[in-house]
């Protein structure tokens, strides 16, 4: 899984691919190509997501204006989206854009580094949906058509159903 995001972020109009690692994460180097992608190490993994996001969010360079944050478990995103983000994000200069589908908020979410000091205080696994909601007003919402926005896959009941949208995506 973790493969085919970085390839589909590899593809996009992103400038740099940067993979937070952490429990085990010598041995999925090893095992996953990453391609071009920077792999940096999260030695907090056992905090929650949040401290991923701060070690990802740390790796960044001075220069950056904007950080898509992505999962790691979403396969079925498209690169269309991923482009549709930094679009939108380059037409309004909206702090937050966030994709919805059918309605419902789904991952990744761009965020501009004028929230980066915002994301650097993220703690736990909740953290995200706070600074979203914290900055409401800034958000520009973006109707995506592409279901992969709302699939992570956490377990193997949500494997079976990525599976179910992927064939309706063939027909």
Not at 12 to 32: M, T
Not at 35 to 43: C, F, M
Not at 94 to 99: D, E, F, S
Not at 130 to 149: F, L, M, R, Y
């Amino acid at each position: 899984m973790l493969e085919t995001v970085v390839a589909k972020f590899s593809a996009s109009v992103v400038d740099e691919v940067i993979v937070v690692l952490g429990h085990e994460s010598k041995f999925i180097q090893q095992k996953v190509f990453l391609g071009k992608a920077r792999v940096v190490t999260n030695r907090d993994y056992d905090k929650g997501l949040g401290s991923s996001i701060r070690a990802g969010i740390k790796a960044v360079g001075r220069e950056t204006k904007a950080v898509i944050l992505a999962l790691g478990d979403q396969p079925l995103l498209s690169v269309a989206t991923i482009d549709t983000l930094v679009q939108k994000y380059s037409e309004t200069g909206g702090p937050i854009v966030v994709p919805y589908f059918r309605g419902r908020r789904g991952n990744p979410v761009l965020f501009d580094c004028k929230l980066f000091p915002d994301l650097k205080n993220i703690e736990g696994d909740r953290g995200l949906k706070k600074t979203i909601e914290e900055h409401g007003w800034k958000v520009v919402k973006v109707q995506v058509k592409d279901p992969g926005v709302l699939l992570d896959i956490d377990s193997e009941a949500d494997y079976h159903r990525a599976l179910e949208e992927l064939s309706k995506s063939r027909c």
